[in-house]
């Protein structure tokens, strides 16, 4: 009885323990349930000093999931040079008084436009 206690304490001071069961995608995770796992995790050092993308980063190394990386899609620039040409489209279906063209390219500017701010956002978190 005592040498299979003795056989556990020995697995766990090697660091043979198993990790900590994920139970909802990393990136799902708050910062504080982030840092709980990686707390358990003695590979990981400086938890409390990481942001929640460090964090994640650790775990996946620890846990080995590959990280792929984010699409972007086209640039700030091609962005806004298409929002330039809906714009004008829709300015000419209007005069014209061609309303379902001119809501269409109404519409596709506005979608443009939310995909530079999701844009400048990522490019503040990198």
Not at 8 to 32: C, N
Request: aromatic letters at 4%; charged letters at 45%.
């Amino acid at each position: 009885m005592e040498e299979v206690k003795n056989q556990e304490e020995a697995q766990v001071e090697e660091g043979t323990k198993e990790l900590p069961k994920l139970e909802k995608k990393l990136e799902k995770m708050t910062i504080k349930e982030l840092r709980e796992i990686a707390l358990q995790i003695p590979e990981i050092s400086g938890v409390h000093g990481m942001n929640k993308e460090e964090l994640i980063s650790a775990l996946k190394k620890v846990y080995g999931i590959k990280e792929e990386p984010k699409k972007v899609g086209a640039s700030m620039r091609e962005i806004k040079a298409k929002i330039k040409k809906f714009k004008a489209l829709a300015e000419e279906a209007k005069k014209n008084k061609e309303w379902e063209k001119y809501e269409r390219y109404r519409k596709l500017a506005s979608k443009f436009k939310k995909r530079t701010r999701k844009l400048a956002k990522l490019a503040k978190v990198a």
